[in-house]
Structures are given as C-alpha cells and as structure tokens.
C-alpha cells in the first residue's frame, strides 16, 4: 500500500506556506489584481522565507526540495493567489533546463545568481504562432564559428519583464519541426534583447507576461544548455517536470473555491434558511470536494514519480488536463453559489474564477493534454 503521510519536514514546509499566504498574500492580492501590481515584495518575503527556488539541489547551496514537497507549497501559495503562485514557480519552470541539462558550471552560475538575491528567471517556449505546438517554433540560430546568433519573438512569457535571464528554445536554420531545436541561456543584459509590452490580462493579473524579443544576440558555447539539436525532448522533459506544479495550484484553487463557499452557503439564508440546506447547494459542495482530493491525488502521484526517478509525461498530463478542468468548474460554481454577489468584487470567488481559466491555457491546454493522452491509449 502507498503511503499518504506526509513526513514532518513536509508538513511544517506545508504550514509555512500557508501561514505565508493567510499574512502576506491574501490581505493584498485583489489590490494587485486589480492594480496588475508585480508581487515584487511578496517575492521578496518568500525569498527569504525558502518558498522560491526550492528545488535547486543541495550540492549547488538550495534547499533541494523534492517535486511533491514544492508542490505542497504551491497548493499553499495558489489559495492565496494563483498569480503569485505562477510568478513564483516560473522562476524554477526557468531554471528546469539548467537543473536538467545544465553544465556544472552553468548551475553553479546561475543558481548563485538565484540564492544571492530575489532575481526572476523565465523560460522562454511560447512563440505567436507556436504556443502548445513546440515543434512548431520559428525563432532562429545560425552558427557563426564556435559562436551562435539566435533571433526570434517569444510570446506569453511568465516573468517576461522581471527576468535576469532566460532560457530560450530555437532552432538552427534550414531545420524543420522536431528536428534542430536548441536551448540556450541568455542573460537579460545581453545584446540584442529587449522585452515587449506588458500583457493586460484577464486573471492572473499581477503576474508580469511579455513579449522577449532576440535581434541577433551573440551567444558562445557557454550558453548552450544541453546537447544541440536536442531541445524539444528537453522542453518535454522541462513540462514532465512542471506540469505536477499546475495540478498543485489548481488544488490550491478549489480548496479555496471549496471553503469560501462553504463559509457562504452557512451564512446566507434564503426561504428562511441557511443556502446551505438546499440539495442544490451541498452538490455543487460535493463536487468540489471530490475535485479537491482528485487533482490532490493526482498531482502527488505524479511528483512522487518524478521523486523516485520515475517521471511519466502520462500521469503529468492527467494532472494537468485534470485539475486545471476541476478549478475551472469549482470557481464557476463558487461564483454561482455567491450569486450576484459572487459576480462582484466584494468577494474572492470572481478573481478565482478568471485565474483558474489561465490554467487549462498555458503550459499546453487542456486539449493538447487530452490529444498526449489519447495517442497514448490509442498506441497501446
């Protein structure tokens, strides 16, 4: 039998983050939606406080926390704000590449950078014509001696604006498809880089989207970042190993969905009676409740395989279409549950509702999910 217990190191980092989002998240996360604030001091605090960057491995200075132990504290994070929850984990969804391919001397470079100092990273995948469909990227490098020279527009990314670096994917000239996609490294103060205009977004708001343009930025061997013409299988490796991360926000999502309703529901009275009383009511409760442990399950199923060395791109993929489609459907019927106040700022459920539409998009929607899923029932 699996074991559900969580170890005591695993559930003090689990109260740590929750305790982090109840005092520095919630009290401000509708001024910074409203506002599309970056939650730069927030950050800051969670910085100092271990719950950024945590999976950079010990033998470089981190915490090296395990998959499902980040995950537990992005669940956290996410019921306080999902926005926070996707600033926060798109700096490692930056570092994964090096974490996963990167040169020792790459790590110990820009991990320091990461745990000297609250800097961003952001990973840079997404292109105006090619979002889930990787292999279908334009942006260029052509070999210039032992040098490259890489341009191209990417498009929806996460910490776009407030990154140091990036890790960026193009593909060698005269390539097609799969075939001759690279990653390298890019410092934000190279030349040739620029960010585009800052993303007005309808949830998530506070976390900073942008365009990050390439104009024939020179980059050495130094920035390659695993072995050339390799990149797709690593940005499929970098999403088998972030997509659990997405399972864990929407989690964090429907409890919160799940517990302001309840609180609601008791204290709102209609026909003389608590709403809480109505069949109607305790079903779409129940709904959410099953959502809850659903998408818990499933997402801790899939970091523990990646935790015992075993990463499935299947289950990663369950997680995701999975929970991002449960969050979606819960906010929904919070905000039904809180009626026209549900539809008003008064109250939280209308900003989970928008964020959570953000999880069944990025990362490869929940269509894409299903079609990775599908292929691989159909391949037997």
């Given at each position: ?131 889930s469909d ?215 459920v209308e ?25 691989n029932i159909?391949?037997?």
């Amino acid at each position: 039998m699996p074991s559900f217990e969580f170890s005591e190191e695993e559930k003090q980092l689990s109260e740590t983050a929750r305790e982090f989002a109840r005092k520095e998240i919630i009290p401000v996360a509708g001024e910074m939606d409203e506002q599309g604030k970056f939650p730069v001091e927030i950050c800051k605090k969670g910085w100092e406080t271990g719950l950024m960057n945590c999976e950079i491995p010990e033998a470089y200075g981190g915490l090296g926390l395990s998959c499902l132990a980040h995950c537990l504290v992005l669940e956290e994070i996410s019921y306080g704000c999902t926005g926070v929850n996707t600033t926060m984990a798109g700096n490692m969804l930056g570092t994964m590449p090096i974490i996963l391919a990167g040169t020792d001397a790459q790590k110990k470079a820009y991990f320091g950078r990461l745990l000297a100092e609250p800097i961003f990273a952001a990973y840079c995948c997404s292109e105006p014509d090619a979002g889930s469909d990787v292999a279908g990227m334009k942006s260029r490098y052509r070999k210039v001696g032992d040098d490259y020279v890489l341009t191209g527009q990417k498009r929806w990314i996460t910490n776009g604006g407030m990154a140091s670096f990036y890790t960026v994917f193009a593909r060698e000239e005269g390539t097609t498809r799969h075939k001759g996609i690279t990653c390298f490294v890019v410092d934000r103060d190279t030349a040739g880089v620029s960010v585009g205009k800052k993303e007005n977004k309808m949830g998530q708001r506070c976390s900073n989207t942008t365009d990050v343009i390439f104009e024939d930025v020179k980059l050495g061997k130094a920035n390659l970042v695993g072995v050339e013409g390799e990149g797709f299988k690593l940005a499929m490796r970098t999403f088998d190993r972030t997509r659990p991360w997405i399972a864990a926000g929407a989690a964090g999502i429907i409890r919160r969905a799940l517990e302001e309703s309840r609180k609601y529901a008791l204290e709102r009275k209609t026909f003389g009676v608590p709403i809480a009383q109505h069949q109607a009511i305790q079903f779409m409760l129940a709904e959410m409740a099953i959502a809850y442990e659903a998408t818990r399950l499933l997402c801790h199923k899939a970091a523990s395989g990646i935790d015992a060395g075993k990463p499935d791109s299947i289950v990663s993929s369950y997680a995701k279409a999975y929970g991002a489609d449960a969050a979606m459907r819960a906010s929904t019927d919070a905000v039904q549950i809180f009626g026209g106040y549900g539809y008003t700022k008064e109250y939280p459920v209308e900003k989970l509702m928008r964020d959570a539409k953000l999880l069944q998009i990025y990362e490869g929607t929940s269509q894409i999910q299903r079609m990775v899923i599908a292929r691989n029932i159909l391949g037997g």
